[in-house]
């Protein structure tokens, strides 16, 4: 399963730590996903979302 929101595609990011010294090492910047229950035309299914799209009311989260 892929690290992505599946409302707005926002996936995992590469560069770089830098030290004082200048070292370089490679990194990753993950967004921060949940699981969600949510409706979709009228079906609950189940979304990894990332929790700007959570906040901004882009999907609205299914009850039992």
């Known amino acids: 399963m892929a690290r992505a929101c599946d409302v707005c ?3 995992t ?3 770089h730590t ?5 070292n370089v090492s490679k990194r ?7 699981s969600v229950r ?3 035309d009228g079906r ?3 979304l990894m979302v990332c929790t700007r799209c959570l ?3 882009r999907i609205v989260k299914a009850t039992r």
């Open 9 to 11: 595609g926002k996936s």
């Open 13 to 15: 990011l590469v560069g």
């Open 18 to 22: 830098i030290s004082h010294a200048h």
């Open 28 to 34: 990753r910047w993950r967004p921060n996903l949940r």
């Open 38 to 40: 949510a409706r979709i």
């Open 44 to 46: 609950t299914v189940r």
């Open 55 to 57: 906040r901004s009311g």
